[in-house]
């Protein structure tokens, strides 16, 4: 380990910090206007709500600059939505999920999750109809957002074999996803919801620890 005498301080390296520091800080301020006032359009009227303009208005910036930041109301959209993974992940670490078994815990975090788009369902409506447009654009920070889910759901499934654990993450991953467009579409009640995600559940831990249930036989298989 070096000395401390023997550390050389670059006086110039420091000022290039401090002026990239200084340039950074108004941006970030001008992003969480603009993720402001994507939320509050969205939560009153929902996914047609958010245009730019009105967008760029409310966030009292350049239309140029909304579109530097972010070309399409879909990546707009999908910001916020990393924005709201990293707090729900954040919410978990705080508050650990709650259950005996895996399938239990799992649930705690679907009705976290739900619970919180419920709070705001024009907003929620907004959120999942970005993920159904073809923007590719968008599609890292939609990734980004699945990403957050899977942590949360792999580290339930740890104990498990590679290939199983990933099997049984995405198509828990798929049933919620699935079950959350219906939701959000008014074309079924979250309690049915719930009870979807439940059985879905069940059967594919719950099963499992009997020994039976097709993925049974995945347990050695590594990915």
């Not at 992003?31 to 967008?55: F, S």
């Not at 907004?126 to 759901?153: F, H, N, T, Y």
């Not at 559940?201 to 719950?206: A, H, T, V």
Request: net charge neutral; charged share 30%; aromatic share 6%.
């Amino acid at each position: 380990m070096k000395k401390l005498a023997e550390t050389k301080f670059d006086p110039a390296a420091v000022l290039d910090d401090l002026r990239a520091a200084s340039l950074r800080a108004p941006q970030l301020a001008r992003k969480k206007r603009i993720v402001a006032a994507v939320i509050d359009l969205a939560e009153r009227g929902g996914y047609d709500a958010v245009q730019m303009r009105d967008v760029a208005r409310r966030a009292n910036v350049a239309l140029g600059t909304l579109y530097r930041y972010f070309p399409s109301k879909d990546q707009l959209l999908a910001s916020v939505w990393i924005d709201w993974s990293h707090e729900i992940e954040a919410e978990i670490l705080r508050q650990q999920l709650r259950g005996e078994t895996a399938a239990e815990r799992i649930m705690d975090f679907v009705r976290r999750v739900t619970t919180t788009l419920e709070l705001e369902p024009m907003l929620a409506s907004a959120l999942v109809k970005s993920l159904l447009a073809p923007d590719v654009g968008a599609e890292e920070s939609r990734q980004e957002m699945r990403a957050m889910l899977g942590r949360v759901i792999d580290e339930q499934l740890s104990e498990m074999p590679t290939g199983t654990r990933v099997d049984i993450r995405d198509i828990i991953g798929q049933v919620f996803y699935a079950n959350i467009v219906l939701w959000v579409n008014g074309r079924m009640p979250v309690e049915r919801l719930y009870e979807n995600m439940t059985t879905a559940c069940r059967l594919l831990l719950e099963h499992r620890e009997l020994g039976v249930g097709f993925l049974a036989g995945n347990q050695g298989r590594e990915r």
